[in-house]
């Protein structure tokens, strides 16, 4: 009897120390990647992730020459968050949608390679510096609508969107949902990102990008030479600015043309830099006129270290834009009509983009920069429902009647209903 009590005391003991050690061992694991998730990687090379970047580029300078169409306005958007975005439509699109979207957005052979490299740069982007860079996915897709889940799973892997079922004919509740999750995630720089009137019954699925940065200058400007400066709007007019002064030369990566000064000012860990290209004249459109990723590529060769003073306006701005008739004249036209193909989404083409919406956020002061953009693009079902529109926008008579008689107890016109 003794001689079994030992036996069962030891093996409760060696049940309690394997019991604790599988505990510590999953609790440290947990520990280790308790942080952000990975997105697949695994067949990555330097060179696919250089080719996929060069089609990112290519696609912002494309984007932003149709932005800057009006001069007289400013422009700040993400190309990566609208990239993205779209990207992950382009996943579920066939036939002539998928060939219009590839030669607007330049984008890459399909493999594995090739979705490896949207990974790499995603678990690239998300790790903490000295700096703060965040980029989120999801999408938002209508309860029990047929989604095929190879496709949900696909963007999941790939682009670490996961899926969250939403009641679209509740639009409020919907807009919120997606709203607080844009909020979250450009740390409260972006709210109210969609309207209740952005959703409606036809919408099946919003696919939603954010992204936020905010950094540090690695020299940073003397806030005491901050001052209001003249700023020349356009060769013939000019408004006073707040203009940063560096306390001293910085040492700067610069070159010049014969008509633009370009200068790369990085903040802190170097990993990250704005690049400003600055007319020698006041005239934008002497930059414009022959900006592109493969010029812009081939000026930053010619940089070169040189001490600079710099001045530069402190500013602020926020910007919004539907996208789609930019998109539609740059060559994607089909995926916004009933002709589109989506049916690698459901395994029919009942769905169409019937619009990306995208709004930006900048912040660049004297200490760095902060900026977060969030896009999102709305597949709705091609299906007409048959109703009437009554819109009285116009003078109308009515009346007040007693339903069962007949009676009618008021009536009236309304001519101007605010007299």
């Keep these: 009897m003794k001689k079994q009590k030992m036996t069962n005391f030891w093996t409760i003991c060696v049940i309690l120390v394997v019991g604790i050690s599988v505990f510590v061992y999953f609790f440290d694991f947990k520990s280790e990647v308790s942080g952000q998730p990975l997105a697949i990687d695994t067949y990555a ?33 993400s190309p990566y968050s609208l990239f993205v975005a779209l990207a992950m439509t382009y996943e579920g699109a066939h036939n002539n949608t998928a060939l219009e979207m590839q030669n607007v957005l330049h984008f890459p052979q399909n493999n594995d390679t090739a979705l490896c490299s949207f990974g790499k740069i995603y678990n690239l982007l998300n790790q903490d510096k000295e700096y703060i860079l965040n980029t989120a996915n999801a999408l938002w897709i209508q309860e029990n609508y047929p989604f095929l889940d190879e496709y949900l799973k696909f963007l999941n892997h790939y682009y670490m969107a996961r899926a969250t079922n939403v009641d679209f004919t509740h639009a409020e509740n919907s807009a919120q949902m997606i709203n607080d999750w844009v909020e979250k995630n450009t740390h409260g720089k972006i709210m109210d990102f969609l309207d209740s009137s952005d959703i409606h019954p036809l919408t099946k699925m919003i696919l939603t990008n954010a992204i936020y940065f905010k950094g540090l200058w690695k020299t940073p400007f003397d806030s005491e030479k901050t001052q209001e400066q003249e700023f020349g709007i356009s060769p013939a007019a000019s408004i006073m600015a707040p203009m940063m002064h560096s306390s001293s030369e910085m040492t700067c990566n610069y070159t010049e043309t014969e008509t633009m000064q370009i200068l790369e000012l990085p903040y802190q860990g170097d990993m990250l830099s704005m690049v400003i290209l600055l007319p020698k004249n006041t005239d934008i459109n002497t930059v414009e006129q022959i900006i ?58 009942e769905l169409y983009i019937e619009k990306v919406v995208h709004q930006a956020v900048v912040e660049v002061n004297e200490k760095g ?46 001519q101007n209903p605010l007299e």
């Design 45 to 77: 090379t330097n060179e696919s992730v250089s080719t996929l970047s060069t089609s990112m580029n290519t696609f912002a300078f494309d984007i932003y020459k149709a932005f800057s169409q009006d001069n007289n306005e400013n422009v700040f958007f």
């Design 292 to 349: 592109t990723y493969r010029n812009f590529s081939e000026w930053k060769t010619s940089f070169t270290q040189r001490e600079v003073r710099v001045a530069l306006p402190a500013f602020k701005l926020e910007t919004r834009y539907q996208i789609k008739n930019y998109l539609m004249d740059m060559g994607m036209v089909t995926p916004f009509t009933y002709d589109a193909d989506f049916s690698g989404m459901t395994g029919s083409d």
């Design 369 to 414: 920069s902060e900026a977060a953009a969030a896009t999102s693009v709305h597949m709705a079902s091609k299906i007409v429902i048959d109703f009437v529109s009554f819109e009285a926008d116009h003078p109308f008579i009515f009346i007040i009647q007693h339903k069962e008689t007949g009676t009618i107890l008021f009536m009236g016109k309304i």
